[in-house]
């Protein structure tokens, strides 16, 4: 069974920092590109970040230089590290599986809230 479980989203204020983690079962990292996108009800979905089994990683313009993504083949779990975060970085975060292929399909976690305010 295919699981995508999110966790350490939530509120924090401007200069914070905080770590998601997505702990994946259910498939193997090596056929799929794990990472981060964010999206609020209405406005336009954003790839923040994307980590690949051979450590590639692509990062968002918005978040390059405060945003890390990191990866764990073992322990099956990709890492958002956000630093200096920015109210505009209020937004629902979803772990997303991307297959990188037609033939199989993508998988999505539930989301976890990231907010911040002053």
């Known amino acids: 069974q295919v699981q995508l479980v999110e966790s350490g989203g939530g509120s924090v204020q401007p200069g914070d920092s905080l770590t998601l983690s997505c702990e994946t079962s259910g498939f193997s990292l090596d056929f799929y590109a794990v990472g981060w996108i964010r999206q609020v009800t209405g406005r336009e979905r954003e790839l923040v970040a994307t980590w690949n089994s051979d450590d590639t990683t692509i990062y968002a313009d918005s978040v390059k230089g405060r945003f890390t993504i990191s990866g764990d083949n073992f322990k099956m779990t990709v890492t958002l590290q956000m630093n200096n975060l920015r109210p505009e970085d209020t937004d629902v975060y979803y772990c997303?599986?991307?297959?990188?292929?037609?033939?199989?399909?993508?998988?999505w976690g539930k989301g976890t809230q990231v907010t911040v305010s002053s």
């Open positions: 997303h599986a991307d297959s990188l292929t037609p033939q199989r399909p993508d998988f």
